[in-house]
């Protein structure tokens, strides 16, 4: 209920105003409502503001990463790191900044020092493994074997240490043992989530049978915004490969997979006069309903 969470948030404020703490809080809220224009202009605003602790930094930083403010991230992951010097996330979100800004040696040589600090950081594991094409002459194979029989009793690390070896012994032409770590992660991989295909195909049958022939041919009164550009499709049918051929044009930006539309879309169909609801039918019918041009 972020709408709650804004609302709750305003009165601390109100009682302690310009208190950074809860300024950052209120710029997970209004993320959370789906503004994220407002979400970053406050951002901006405590930007010049380093926060005293390392966890404060490190979420302050982690919340800029969410907006997709990755440099201006990496000042507050840094200042966590040297407030607390010994804490290995710390250098792994450093290394998630430069990643995500192209600089692959400094991430790897933050990955490098998490490692010093914890050998058995599975994700920093996975995330060195993938920044570059491992080599028969250099590759972390050895030290990937090492950490794998250490997490026999731990099967979140496992499953990552896994894929980190598959990873790397593929780059490297061992194909069939890449193929059985793979094998060996995903299978612990799908232990861990819940999920029932079945529950998909109920989606898709109530937004077909809600939004039928005669649903589509009404005239109905939208947004007129000419900046969006919607990329529509099944997954792993190469809406991602459109919208990456789309972004190099000097005129569009990606924005990701963003889930604004989502939240605005659950939150209208929660307006529409009815008793709460869950069932993904009763939530398709809804949408029929909503303000559109809200």
Not at 13 to 32: D, F, N, T, V, Y
Not at 53 to 74: D, I
Not at 106 to 117: H, W
Not at 264 to 284: F, I, R
Request: contains cysteine; aromatic residues 6%.
């Amino acid at each position: 209920k972020p709408d709650i969470g804004v609302r709750a948030i305003d009165r601390a404020l109100s009682l302690s105003p310009g208190k950074p703490e809860w300024l950052l809080q209120r710029i997970e809220c209004i993320s959370a409502v789906g503004d994220k224009s407002a979400a970053m202009a406050l951002a901006q605003q405590l930007l010049p503001n380093p926060f005293d602790s390392a966890s404060m930094s490190s979420q302050f930083g982690y919340v800029l990463t969410k907006l997709g403010m990755f440099e201006e991230a990496l000042p507050h992951f840094q200042r966590a790191c040297e407030l607390q010097p010994d804490n290995s996330q710390h250098f792994y979100n450093v290394a998630t900044v430069h990643r995500s800004v192209g600089d692959f040696a400094r991430a790897t040589e933050a990955l490098n020092t998490c490692l010093q600090l914890n050998p058995d950081s599975a994700d920093t594991l996975l995330m060195r493994a993938g920044l570059r094409k491992q080599t028969r002459e250099s590759n972390n194979v050895a030290e990937l074997e090492a950490a794998y029989a250490r997490s026999k009793d731990h099967p979140p690390n496992r499953l990552r240490v896994c894929y980190a070896l598959a990873k790397e012994l593929d780059d490297i032409g061992e194909f069939n043992r890449a193929f059985a770590y793979l094998s060996e992660g995903s299978e612990l991989r799908r232990q861990q989530i819940q999920y029932d295909p079945a529950d998909d195909l109920e989606t898709m049958a109530a937004i077909q049978s809600s939004f039928g022939a005669d649903q589509l041919r009404q005239s109905v009164d939208g947004h007129v915004n000419a900046e969006p550009i919607f990329v529509i499709g099944m997954p792993r049918s190469g809406t991602t490969l459109v919208e990456r051929v789309l972004s190099h044009h000097s005129v569009v930006q990606s924005s990701g997979d963003i889930v604004a539309f989502s939240v605005e879309l659950l939150k209208h169909c929660h307006q529409v006069t009815g008793p709460p609801t869950v069932s993904a039918m009763e939530l398709a019918k809804r949408a029929r309903s909503v303000d559109f041009e809200a």
